[in-house]
């Protein structure tokens, strides 16, 4: 990858882009370096899979995930509960580590920890091929709570399960979806379900993205056009909301990435200058990876990054292209986003999970138009379902049709076989090469 602008910089083309490039790919490579070494050569090192006990006291960093039961040679592995931890001091053969590494924690035990919480427990640390974390910690005791998530964990807390309590008496797949989909929590949602949503292309809606975020901050500003008149102050005010929503979903590196995009494009706003979105984008995705380098070998953040890239990059020529099929200018909008943003996720998708879906693209056009109104109605349920339950129950209500035709069709998608390609570069190659024979059929014709 370095070599690529080092040749363009002596042979002197794109100087200036040459320098730029070289220099970000040796920051990012320093940073990385530093980061595996630290991780890699930590104190830990010498107790992995040697299986011994030490005494760990952790900031809880992520919500515990519970996974499934897996078949090993007949032998069938009960579910266990995973998060990720930042250790504050472990103690081994009776010297105490005073630390701050990031660990992988695992449990048999069904636990139900707000981040911020600081636990403590004894186990044993294994090593693991998960690349920001320096071990695997495998609880073998009783996890005891020396002290609570903080006054905005605990109001975030509440505000979730009580938005998690309405979604209930909703009931089905469709009331499931309404906090995965408003607040990032996935906790109702059934195992095949997930399924489908995965085989169907619309894994992005079983959990929070920065889409949602982006919906958000557009209603706001159009919502508080109606009663403050000076921008700066409704920019303010905005700003306020969306850091509030961002404590409430929990910080996911589609919502961190969106956030700092957002943040630019209002600060400029702010400023009386006209921000563009590729630059607030590439800020935004330098700024993340330069504070957390591992973003950068991150799934999510990499098809959010793509998502976001394919809308700005190649959603005004596909809706140009499809006004001249379509009549109505709005429906050809709507299929531009999906078209647009699959254009560059579908190779990322490939190379990840291996498998092509013919029915992705469509089944994200048919449920494009429900994110809008599921996620403003769906935020605003979740900021009064603590005062008035009923309220929020009715307005969730009245959004169950639009989400149970999201469980529709990723149904009816997921019957559909999917194409099994290779994995990795060559599995990304082969959908771009499909891409780009495309993209000349429809060009020759134009030049024909």
Request: aromatic share 8%; proline share 5%; with cysteine.
């Amino acid at each position: 990858m370095l070599a690529i602008p080092l040749i363009a910089w002596l042979i002197g083309w794109h100087q200036s882009t040459a320098v730029v490039l070289i220099t970000a790919l040796l920051a990012g490579a320093l940073l990385m370096g530093i980061r595996q070494r630290s991780l890699s050569h930590s104190f830990l090192s010498p107790f992995l899979d040697k299986k011994t006990s030490i005494l760990l006291v952790a900031s809880v960093r992520t919500d515990p995930v519970l996974g499934q039961p897996k078949v090993m040679s007949g032998y069938t592995r009960p579910a266990t509960t995973t998060m990720l931890v930042t250790a504050i001091s472990v103690e081994v053969n009776k010297t105490l580590y005073k630390t701050h590494l990031p660990l992988r924690f695992t449990t048999p035990q069904q636990i139900h920890f707000l981040p911020g919480t600081v636990i403590s427990c004894r186990g044993i640390v294994y090593s693991t091929s998960e690349k920001r974390v320096a071990g695997l910690f495998a609880e073998r005791g009783v996890i005891t709570v020396l002290h609570g998530a903080g006054t905005i964990g605990l109001i975030s807390g509440a505000v979730r399960s009580d938005y998690r309590a309405v979604a209930t008496r909703v009931g089905g797949d469709a009331g499931a979806l309404m906090p995965g989909f408003v607040l990032g929590d996935t906790s109702l949602e059934r195992h095949p379900f997930v399924v489908d949503m995965q085989r169907a292309g619309l894994t992005h809606l079983t959990a929070v993205s920065g889409e949602n975020f982006v919906v958000i901050a557009a209603f706001m500003m159009w919502f508080l056009q109606w009663f403050i008149t000076r921008i700066r102050i409704r920019l303010f005010i905005n700003s306020l909301v969306l850091i509030g929503f961002i404590f409430l979903v929990h910080p996911s590196p589609s919502v961190l990435r969106a956030t700092v995009m957002v943040a630019v494009v209002l600060l400029a706003r702010a400023r009386g200058q006209k921000a563009s979105a590729m630059p607030a984008l590439g800020l935004a995705i330098a700024l993340l990876i330069l504070l957390d380098p591992f973003q950068a070998i991150d799934p999510g953040f990499a098809l959010s990054v793509g998502a976001t890239a394919g809308i700005l990059l190649f959603s005004q020529p596909v809706t140009t292209y499809l006004t001249r099929y379509c009549k109505s200018e709005k429906i050809a909008s709507l299929a531009a986003i999906s078209i647009s943003a699959n254009l560059i996720c579908m190779p990322i998708a490939v190379a990840i999970s291996g498998e092509f879906s013919l029915t992705s693209l469509i089944s994200n056009i048919l449920v494009e138009t429900i994110v809008g109104p599921v996620t403003i109605v769906g935020f605003l349920a979740a900021i009064l379902c603590p005062f008035l339950p009923s309220l929020s129950y009715i307005m969730l209500l009245t959004q169950k049709p639009l989400t149970a035709w999201v469980c529709i069709v990723a149904k009816i998608s997921a019957k559909v076989p999917v194409i099994a390609i290779s994995k990795g570069f060559l599995g990304a190659g082969i959908i771009t090469l499909v891409f780009l024979c495309g993209w000349i059929t429809l060009r020759w014709r134009s030049w024909a």
